[in-house]
């Protein structure tokens, strides 16, 4: 006898995973899938997670670079600088910046 097409997908749904099914242009998450021999099914994906970075910002003016722009961003082992003053945290999915904090020299 022949396995289901999608058992391991069956069983794990049974074990509570979540399912996503294709509708023929984007993963649809479904708490009931249909299981059709026909259709498209998968667990859903983990969001990936955020990325954090440290880094500081200074003002170029009291430095001896001699790049364009008023400040400079860099890690704090390129000034041997003794504290990172800003965070960014970066959407683990897509890339893109969410957030950019200062962090206060306390």
Known sequence: MTPHKHHDLIVAWAKGAEIQWYDGSTWLTTPYPGWGAEQSY????????????????????????????????????????????????FDGETGKLKKAEVIDEA
């Open 42 to 89: 998968r667990i859903k994906p983990e969001p990936k997670p955020d990325v954090i970075l440290y880094g500081c910002v200074v003002n170029k003016h009291w430095t001896n670079y001699e790049e364009e722009g008023s400040v400079f961003i860099c890690n704090i082992d390129t000034l041997k600088i003794k504290t990172d003053n800003v965070k960014f945290i």
